[in-house]
Nanobody
Framework: QVQLVESGGGLVQPGGSLRLSCAAS????????MSWYRQAPGKERELVAS????????NYADFAKGRFTITRDNGKNTVDLQMNSLKPEDTAVYYC???????????WGQGTQVTVSS
């Protein structure tokens, strides 16, 4: 059974930090590119960051560059998103996403809420 379980969301003040974590199971994790997406109320889901291999160069959305860092641990089957200097506009549900590097297999997590507010 494929599972992507996000954790680490919550309420944080502007300028604060949060670390999101996604625990994967039920599929060969190392064969999948891993990404974080987010969706704010009334807006479309958008890519935040993605990473293919632990030593590869991650890809970041412009709004995430310099503030967010994505990492993965193929030994633990986890992908993390460190978010610093958070802004109110970062408020959204953050989703973990797995996409096979060759086939069309795709999986989504259930999401974790991040709220940035004073």
């Amino acid at each position: 059974q494929v599972q992507l379980v996000e954790s680490g969301g919550g309420l944080v003040q502007p300028g604060g930090s949060l670390r999101l974590s996604c625990a994967a199971s039920g599929f060969p994790f190392s064969l999948y590119a891993m990404s974080w997406y987010r969706q704010a109320p009334g807006k479309e889901r958008e890519l935040v960051a993605s990473i293919v291999t632990p030593v590869g160069v991650p890809n970041y959305a412009d709004f995430a560059k310099g503030r967010f860092t994505i990492t993965r641990d193929n030994g633990k089957n986890t992908v993390d998103l460190q978010m610093n200097s958070l802004k109110p506009e970062d408020t959204a549900v953050y989703y973990c996403y797995a996409s096979h590097r060759v086939t069309a297999a795709r999986f989504w997590g259930q999401g974790t809420q991040v709220t940035v507010s004073s």
